[in-house]
């Protein structure tokens, strides 16, 4: 499967599905650029000029990676980890690094306890 995907990167092989022209946002260096996403077997393969089996015109449209949340009390929330999920999948957000340290101000002393 490494070697397919290569081939999908390098262009010598059709990609399953390509998001076309899209409006890349580069998060490690603050650039947007427009270009294609090439993805095989489920994997992002490249970025660049592909043709694919399927393809998504994404004119106009901006394409990002998921965000992280890198500090949440999820119990300060006052909700479900369940309905916090929700909300924050609707803004982008796909993983959090959640500090419980405040379980206590929620549950009392008795949540050290379990």
């Given at each position: 499967?490494?070697?397919?995907?290569?081939?999908?990167?390098?262009?010598?092989?059709?990609?399953?599905?390509?998001?076309?022209?899209?409006?890349?946002?580069?998060?490690f260096n603050g650039d947007v650029y427009t270009g294609d996403i090439a993805i095989a077997d489920g994997y992002f393969a490249g970025?660049?000029?592909?043709?694919?089996?399927?393809?998504?015109?994404?004119?106009?449209?901006?394409?990002?990676?998921?965000?992280?949340?890198?500090?949440?009390?999820?119990?300060?929330?006052?909700?479900?980890?369940?309905?916090?999920?929700?909300?924050?999948?609707?803004?982008?957000?796909?993983?959090?690094?959640?500090?419980?340290?405040?379980?206590?101000?929620?549950?009392?002393?008795?949540?050290?306890?379990?």
């Amino acid at each position: 499967m490494l070697k397919r995907r290569i081939d999908v990167a390098t262009g010598r092989t059709p990609a399953d599905c390509v998001i076309k022209n899209g409006q890349i946002i580069d998060v490690f260096n603050g650039d947007v650029y427009t270009g294609d996403i090439a993805i095989a077997d489920g994997y992002f393969a490249g970025i660049g000029r592909y043709e694919g089996i399927s393809e998504i015109d994404a004119a106009g449209r901006f394409v990002s990676p998921s965000f992280i949340d890198g500090h949440v009390h999820i119990e300060s929330s006052m909700v479900r980890p369940y309905e916090l999920a929700k909300i924050l999948l609707l803004h982008g957000v796909t993983c959090v690094v959640a500090d419980p340290h405040e379980i206590a101000n929620v549950s009392g002393k008795r949540a050290w306890n379990i």
